[in-house]
């Protein structure tokens, strides 16, 4: 009964290659978001997704691009991978609309290694 | 721009030892501040949202509270069980697609 799952937990992976993680949430949540965790625990918005409606932090590379199939599931994919890439990515979710938000909902990460 | 700092970034108590956490926040139009615990190889887990000045929350050890510019995290008597670390974070009207903005946590340690 996993609220948000991600895949995979661990990714380990060489310069310069592509990868993606995938996310999908069971809480009918409208609302999907990916987060990154540095080494210093610090988490820092990457994207927001709502009904199709993607809301980019400026300062996430190009490299970076999630990818919504359904309500349900936000990917992100990753090109080219770099040594700086290398954290704790987050998927997340929520209900959002009228005067107060509800909760995020977070999956339990997927650590990202680039050697 | 919308920021949160939390202090301390690190905090030891013996078991029973209360003391509190502070989250210091800026931001345009405040919708929530939220506390979240999160345990080592986890992702967050929500505790609370506070949405005005003068509310406070409780959960068994845990007490939250909220003023127009920073809210505190009070543990009462906490035991080795309580140790993670405690994340604060804020949902203003300037954020763009309802994104919380985080705190750098602070990270506690209870020992028995």
């Known amino acids: 009964d996993t609220a948000v799952s991600q895949t995979p937990k661990y990714l380990v992976t060489q310069m310069g290659n592509d990868k993606s993680i995938k996310c999908e949430q069971n809480?009918?949540?409208?609302?999907m978001y990916w987060y990154k965790q540095d080494s210093k625990k610090f988490l820092k918005i990457m994207f927001s997704?709502?009904?199709?409606?993607?809301?980019i932090n400026e300062t996430v590379p190009n490299r970076f691009s999630p990818k919504s199939p359904d309500k349900a599931h936000l990917n992100l994919h990753i090109n080219s991978l770099e040594l700086g890439d290398s954290a704790v990515y987050f998927c997340?979710?929520?209900?959002?609309?009228?005067?107060?938000?509800?909760?995020?909902?977070f999956g339990n990460g997927t650590r990202l290694t680039v050697t | 721009e919308d920021q949160v700092t939390q202090s301390p970034e690190a905090l030891r108590l013996q078991e029973g030892e209360s003391s509190s956490l502070n989250c210091s926040y800026t931001?345009?139009?405040?919708?929530?501040l939220f506390w979240y615990r999160q345990d080592p190889g986890k992702g967050p887990e929500f505790l609370f949202t506070?949405?005005?000045a003068g509310e406070e929350k409780e959960k068994e050890r845990l007490k939250a509270t909220l003023t127009k510019k920073e809210s505190f995290l009070h543990i009462t008597a906490p035991k080795p069980e309580d140790s993670a670390t405690y994340l604060c974070?804020?949902?203003?009207?300037?954020?763009?697609?309802?994104?919380?903005?985080f705190g750098k946590g602070t990270t506690l340690s209870v020992s028995s």
């Open positions: 974070a804020v949902q203003g009207n300037n954020q763009a697609g309802t994104a919380l903005i």
């Open positions: 809480l009918g949540h409208d609302t």
């Open positions: 506070l949405y005005s």
């Open positions: 997704y709502n009904n199709k409606e993607l809301i």
């Open positions: 931001v345009s139009g405040l919708r929530g």
């Open positions: 997340a979710s929520r209900r959002t609309g009228g005067s107060y938000n509800s909760p995020l909902h």
